[in-house]
């Protein structure tokens, strides 16, 4: 089986690797648009506890809605196909990020607000130079939590003809004791897993670019 | 480990935020009675109302029900003792690399598990449930590693110098200490195995996803909504119902 499934990889690359990067593409749009959703949900709910636990309360709900359940319900108002895969992936990407900003935000040290204050900065510029960066690293890990998911979870969108590798795995369901149904589906599940590792790489890479290990180094120094 | 570390804590309170605890209940009882009162007004055709028969969507919901139970049972057998074991010093040099492969296993797509493994031995219910129990180990198994893992040494060093066991330092200490921790991972995975078992009638396992799956074999948009609510209601109930089981048993300091 296991030169079969290489055979197959070779013999459909070109295919292949164009669902993975459909599949690639669906999962940077909707966790890129949940980013700017949550992020600027949590910063316009900073200081009002009300709405923080109502934002949280929805993006909890949501995520709790079964994607089979979620997808019957967005296909009468969206139809089939990219709307509802990129609504149903956008909402259950929210929470991670959502929550990990508000952590992020609120685990800076006030004293270090205060003396960002006291060396002359602007509300704006403390919150850009100092709690933004300072934040950072805890909202990386939610964005890292959120691709992983929405890698996964994208797979199933080819329920409603949503795009990407899960296509690949319905078919080789309705081909169920066929020849090259299990090479099929073992070949889209496997790319998947890999399309979430690479993601995952690069969310990483991004984290060091930008410095979000500083912290992590300080939080060990301050523990010793 | 920093960053899983961070993670699960996220997790825990974010589950733990007052959730409004009588809200959920009265949003599904409101959809159940929009759902009757939809199935006894409107003229439903033959087909449609043989599908929403009380007798049929009881039958679904005692299924999906049925997998969710034996699922997270299984679950919690393996995932605890699993992490329990992990969590010893001697798993030590095991802990980074199967953390790392549980990190990458989090892509691992629920619908693409179900569908190989009912390739692999069969179509069913029993296969629906392995399916699902495979998919949802790891939070749980992750969050009692880590709960254990994470206990203060001062605390473990304290309980040592009494003179308790490591057997005895692991169950009057680190595993009550963990609690919060470990009942987060479980409730994730409750959580993971209804609406994976939503996934089940892809595989002739039945669930309350059959209705929307016949509703959408059949063109009838009616049957795919009412199916869609009450799948989307039997998640949410059951989360609401572990939440208070988990305010319950999380012990207040």
């Given at each position: 089986m296991g030169l079969n499934l290489f055979e197959y990889f070779l013999r459909n690359a070109d295919d292949l690797l164009e669902l993975t990067l459909t599949h690639a593409v669906v999962v940077i749009v909707s966790v890129a648009i949940a980013v700017t959703l949550g992020v600027a949900a949590a910063i316009f709910s900073r200081r009002k506890t009300r709405v923080r636990a109502v934002c949280l309360n929805v993006t909890s709900t949501f995520m709790t809605i079964p994607a089979m359940a979620l997808f019957g319900l967005l296909i009468p108002l969206l139809g089939l196909g990219w709307g509802p895969t990129i609504t149903a992936l956008v909402m259950y990407a929210l929470l991670p990020i959502l929550h990990n900003t508000i952590a992020g935000l609120d685990g800076v040290d006030p004293r270090v607000k205060r003396a960002a204050e006291g060396i002359g900065l602007t509300p704006v510029q403390v919150f850009r130079r100092v709690e933004l960066p300072l934040a950072w690293p805890v909202m990386l890990i939610g964005i890292r939590v959120t691709t992983l998911m929405t890698v996964s979870s994208a797979a199933i969108a080819a329920y409603v003809n949503?795009?990407?590798?899960?296509g690949d795995i319905f078919t080789g369901l309705s081909r169920i004791?066929?020849?090259?149904a299990i090479n099929q589906v073992l070949a889209a599940v496997i790319l998947v897993v890999l399309l979430g590792i690479i993601l995952d790489l690069l969310l990483q890479v991004l984290g060091l670019l930008t410095g979000a290990r500083r912290q992590r180094f300080s939080r060990r120094g301050a523990a010793s | 480990m920093t960053s899983l570390a961070a993670a699960s804590e996220a997790g825990t309170s974010a589950s733990r935020?007052?959730?409004?605890?009588?809200l959920v209940p009265i949003l599904v009882v409101l959809i159940l009675l929009g759902v009757a009162w939809y199935i006894s007004a409107a003229q439903l055709d033959s087909v449609t109302a043989r599908m929403l028969e009380p007798s049929n969507v009881l039958r679904r919901a005692g299924e999906h029900a049925w997998i969710v139970f034996a699922s997270t049972v299984l679950g919690v057998l393996f995932a605890l003792p699993m992490g329990i074991l992990l969590s010893r010093r001697w798993a030590k040099y095991l802990r980074t690399p199967l953390l790392a492969i549980g990190s990458a296993a989090q892509a691992l797509p629920s619908i693409g598990i179900i569908v190989l493994l009912a390739l692999l031995v069969g179509t069913g219910t029993n296969t629906a449930i392995v399916a699902i129990l495979l998919f949802s180990l790891l939070p749980l198994l992750r969050n009692t590693l880590v709960a254990i893992v994470s206990c203060p040494p001062s605390v473990t060093k304290a309980a040592a110098g009494m003179g308790m066991s490591g057997t005895q330092i692991l169950m009057r200490v680190e595993l009550p200490l963990g609690v919060p921790v470990i009942l987060a991972g479980w409730r994730t995975m409750l959580v993971l195995n209804v609406g994976t078992a939503a996934l089940a009638t892809l595989i002739?396992?039945?669930?309350?996803g059959s209705l929307i799956d016949s509703g959408m074999q059949l063109g009838r948009m009616d049957v795919v909504i009412i199916g869609s609510l009450l799948t989307a209601s039997f998640a949410l109930l059951i989360d609401w119902g572990a939440s208070l089981l988990q305010r319950a048993l999380t012990p207040r300091t």
């Open positions: 949503g795009p990407g590798l899960g004791g066929g020849a090259g | 935020r007052t959730r409004f605890p009588i002739g396992a039945g669930g309350l």
